[in-house]
């Protein structure tokens, strides 16, 4: 299972409840836990929440931004890339004003 590990002295700390710092005040990484096999993905789910069961801690009703799978579309670069073809995920379009080259 995961849990907070206090890196310059080992001491651990249960990943079920929220904390910031050890008790000594030193930023906590978090151990890594068992990992995720094939059947622990839910393919009924069409959102990131598909991978729960990778993470440490159990949701009641997960929250979705209606984030999807991140589908790629395809786009043209001008002549520099004409060459190959470039996809790039929806998700990094940017906002309005950074696309019609306004200053803020």
């Known amino acids: ?32 836990g068992g990992g995720l096999g094939r059947d622990d993905i839910d393919a009924s789910t069409a959102s990131l929440w598909r991978y729960r069961a990778a993470l440490p801690v159990e949701f009641g009703h997960p929250i979705t931004l209606g984030e999807g799978r991140t589908p790629l579309l395809e786009r043209a670069w001008g002549a520099l890339l004409s060459v190959a073809r470039c996809s790039n995920s929806t998700s990094s379009i940017p906002p309005a004003a950074s696309r019609t080259g306004e200053r803020r």
């Open 1 to 32: 299972m995961a849990h907070y590990v206090d890196p310059i002295d080992g001491t651990e700390y249960p990943i079920d409840a929220p904390r910031w710092r050890s008790d000594a005040g030193r930023p906590l990484w978090i151990a890594p």
